[in-house]
DNA sequence: CTGAAAGCGCTAACAA
DNA sequence: TTGTTAGCGCTTTCAG
């Protein structure tokens, strides 16, 4: 018949030292299983004493004294794309693999937010970052004084690692297959925002037009922004000029797929008047009609990788300079695609 | 030219205090914005040492004295799932509105990685957690002596607040529908975990069938875990019936999604021998072929309300009782329905 | 309005 | 193998 204490405070290290007979020291050695300084029985009543109790141990206070959190940031523009939620289960179950925690920041395309983030990340001291950067430059990232990861493929970051696709390739490699099929009148719906994100998708659309002696014309680059109405616009813009693209390349399968539900609205067939290959390869691809041909990426692969790169930059153990991993991308062929009638 | 210090160690509050010549009591109750109790002045010299230091508060001490950490754990099922994604934005973007910010925890189904996580926000002394339990009881979840809001309506959880949709009323919704198209013989694919997921979808397809005086089939009830291959299977095995369904109704939209692409694989047509409506409306489900009729949920919502209850709770402005937040379906017709040719 | 001092709960030398 | 002690950086009485 025992009254609860008015405050229940969680018990702390010194109440499973007096149970226990021990000091706190030692209560301490045993949490931090430091088997080999502490003699086998004190260690079982130390034990004891924490069941007994249910003594959980304060990260704060422990945190505190060894400047370590075990808690790492994530921070991505826009979680609601399945993609990043792909990149980030493979980050979360890496790092949690290791004992860290992740918490997710959605910049959702917002500078603010990004750098608020930042703020976040530093003034809780978290162990690590890991960012694909939308706004944020290196001099930023480099100031936190956090190890950090890049989620992606970017030029000027160097000193920093980096895990992501060869979008590059990629691009170059979805365009060549739409070469191959006839086409020589592509349409590129490029996503951008900011300086940075699809820049190499601009880069190998480019080189790819050159390479192949196309005809440069520039009204069939169309930039829009990262989202659904981005890809209605571009593709509607595509398809009214006065002489529409015979294929196009998006950006990533959002912009993809909305483009081909425009294409739709528009009474213009899919793959019939224009193909489409996007670049993701996200979980709804394999669903619209026709189920769309994309550039695969290894998402949840990228994950993992990052959190490697991560967890090693934590415990010391990365070279100064930047690494990187640059997974490759795979064309799936679906039904988005057909040979060219021109 | 000046060398950095070898320890690149953040500035504390006590080298803000010597930069202003005040005491760090001074420097501290200009960091909470105590305007009362601080001269102007003093606040300015104090702000500008801050700026000129670059300093940035260390949360991990101010948590350690006032055992409030700023941070909430958010624990659901299954983060693959476009319904989580869609309420963890919810949550984060209420969450982060008020100062708090999230860890997502995915449990993956796995009962293990729950309890993983509810120890994480213990020993963290998390602020507040939000959860969608699926094996977890409520002993546990108020062992944690953390405040808590549950993701979703369910029984056996008094004392705790809860937000959710009517999905009791939703899976009556939506059988009604089917029955008004004159379907009389009603597949169900029964996601389920554990004890407690979905039990308000079965009740609410007893009751109905109660009712409507419809046969009490069980065969024509199935079983199955809640992903793609369940939604699959179940599709099998009600198609395989010596009289299969006219009509199907799935927990949710990956099991309705999948079924559908089952149908399709055996040759039959959707929703021309066979009906499906899904329920969630999850952004996949506007691109399938047919686009999915499903019931939908007000996901964000839900994540906004919770967050809303949670951030009360913390606050201790909240009444002892556990509260609800029900929020209402809403059926959205697209094209996986037709009427029974019965 | 400001400062001195006492901790929050834990870890890590240093002694014993 | 164990205990003692001195903080980690901050907040919060309590005096002044």
Redesign the pocket.
């Known amino acids: 018949m025992s009254a609860r204490q008015d405050p229940p405070?969680?018990?702390?290290?010194?109440?499973?030292?007096r149970a226990a007979?021990?000091?706190?020291?030692?209560?301490?050695?045993v949490?931090?299983g430091d088997t080999?300084?502490?003699?086998?029985?004190?260690?079982q009543a130390v034990a004891r004493a924490i069941r007994k109790l249910g003594?959980?141990?304060?990260?704060?206070?422990?945190s505190?004294?060894?400047?370590r959190t075990h808690t790492v940031m994530l921070i991505a523009p826009d979680i609601a794309n399945p993609f990043w939620s792909e990149v980030t289960r493979g980050l979360q179950d890496t790092m949690e693999h290791s004992g860290y925690s992740v918490v997710v920041g959605n910049g959702d395309w917002d500078p603010h937010r990004e750098s608020q983030f930042l703020k976040t990340a530093q003034r809780n001291r978290f162990d690590g970052i890991a960012i694909n950067p939308t706004i944020i430059h290196c001099r930023e990232l480099r100031a936190t004084g956090i190890p950090t990861v890049i989620l992606g493929i970017r030029d000027g970051f160097p000193q920093i690692d980096m895990a992501g696709s060869d979008t590059y390739r990629g691009t170059l490699d979805a365009l060549a297959y739409l070469y191959k099929m006839g086409h020589r009148r592509i349409g590129f719906i490029y996503g951008r925002y900011n300086t940075d994100p699809g820049y190499a998708r601009f880069q190998a659309y480019a080189d790819f037009v050159k390479r192949n002696h196309l005809r440069a014309d520039s009204s069939l680059i169309v930039e829009v922004p990262f989202d659904r109405a981005g890809g209605e616009r571009g593709m509607q813009t595509l398809l009214s000029l006065s002489k529409p693209p015979t294929a196009v390349f998006a950006s990533n399968d959002i912009l993809a797929i909305a483009a081909m539900q425009r294409a739709a609205q528009l009474g213009v067939k899919v793959p019939g008047d224009v193909s489409i290959v996007g670049m993701d390869d996200i979980y709804p691809a394999a669903m619209t009609t026709p189920p769309l041909t994309t550039m695969a990426k290894q998402k949840y692969e990228v994950g993992c990788q990052a959190a490697q790169f991560l967890i090693e930059r934590i415990a010391g153990k990365a070279p100064r300079e930047g690494r990187r991993c640059v997974l490759p991308c795979r064309l799936v062929e679906r039904g988005s695609c057909a040979p060219s009638r021109g």
Chains 1, 2 share one sequence.
Do not use: D, F, M, W
């Open positions: 405070s969680r018990p702390t290290i010194i109440h499973v030292a007979g021990v000091s706190k020291s030692t209560v301490s050695r949490l931090q080999a300084s502490v003699k086998p029985e004190t260690r003594y959980e141990q304060n990260a704060i206070a422990s505190l004294r060894t400047a």
